[in-house]
């Protein structure tokens, strides 16, 4: 009976050491960390930013909120090598290349290994997302060609997946997962689509010196991945003083060289999963037999042995994955907000609302909700019927109605290429408007549908 007890009083003290211990400060960050882990909430926090902004543009204040973005930033040294731009331009063709670089990392990580690693997995998002960025630009072009703002026919060619995810989340756990990955996947070729856009048709004025001076320091990362070299510090040195800048001053849009930078990631394991393990086994047992020292601290060959299971836990990671979980969430909860305040900041006159009758504002409404519809459920009807592909589980084609409807929600990209498409900034204003009516209607809408068929599966 006493070895009874003393066993179980080994036992508790036992697990008092191996226990983890909890500060105060873990109960303080343990929420946030779920928090900026949640996709869906993005989506919530970007509609706040768009209603903030338009807040702010329409209050009493409005020249401090036109002011503030107009201000004057440079980022340099000496009196040669300092680049000059409002905080607006900053905020597009700074932080928005952050946005594109894990756009770019998120398509080659589901090329190499996701939703479109191969034909079966990607043939169905794929041909969607191609016929949803068709229709929408042929309906555009047709309310627009011969007109002034004939070139914006890449607005309503977007989807937004930060605020798609984030309205599908209210429809709770009924929703398909199948579903969430196929407009995943779609919204990724999607954002392909509209990084070629941008790359071939919203950039002129090209400087060919430093477009060369871009494709050496794109040589120089390839060479690198090449080489082994893993540590992220050394692509953004090499990316952002580099390719970046070399870019910016190319005529080539800047965030072009986010989507590059993010190609050139090693995206292997210098170690398999059986190898981690038993490495990390063979440590753990070396750690298990050493001895220890008194109070808290760990002996020197103690010190070593954890140092080698870090080292092991780098091999087994992939830069590509660790650069898009560390990012994600300083673009969902920081990138993106700061970029929906910063340009959906747009004043609500009485005659803002005659605007939508202008064949700017018709085409991208009628492109985002109805091209974004007939061309992601032709196409998908089209490659399902030749048995090329299969609909996502759980689902059926109300379901699908409603998914199609839902990506006409084009916010964050269909901003982005209206800023570049259009220099008129009445025109910009005209565009943005019509994008967030659009979007609002393809989200209310798409969820109503999406619900209306969702217990008929």
Known sequence: MKQGKHKKTNRKLVDRFITERSYPIDKLLRPMDNLLRNKPVSGVLLFLAVLVALAWANSPWKEMYHHLWEMPFSVGFGENYIISKTLHHWINDGLMAIFFFVVGLEIKREVMAGDLSTWKKASLPAAAAVGGMIFPA???????WGTPTESGWGVPMATDIAFTLGVL???GNRIPLSLKLFLT????VDDLGAVLVIAFFYTDNLLLLYLEYGVVFLAVLLLMNYLGVRKARFYAIVGICGLWYAFLLSGVHATIAGVLLAFTIPAKTRINKRGFISHVKTLLDKLQRTKSIDGQYLSDEQHEI???????REKIETPLQKLEYNLNPVVSFFI?????LANAGIEIQPESWSGLLEPVSIG???GLIVGKGI???????LFVKLGISELPQNTNWGIMTGAAIMAGIGFTMSIFISELAFEDPAIKAQAKLAILIA???????????????IGKR
């Open 336 to 340: 993106l907000p700061l970029f929906a």
């Open 138 to 144: 042929i309906i555009f072009s047709i309310f627009n």
């Open 364 to 366: 991208i409404v009628a």
């Open 185 to 188: 996947a779609l919204a990724i």
């Open 439 to 453: 979007s609002t209607f393809a989200g209310i809408v798409g969820m109503l549908v999406i619900n209306a068929f």
């Open 306 to 312: 954890i140092e080698d299971i870090k080292e092991e």
């Open 375 to 381: 061309g992601i459920l032709s196409f998908s009807a």
């Open 169 to 171: 989340s209210l429809l």
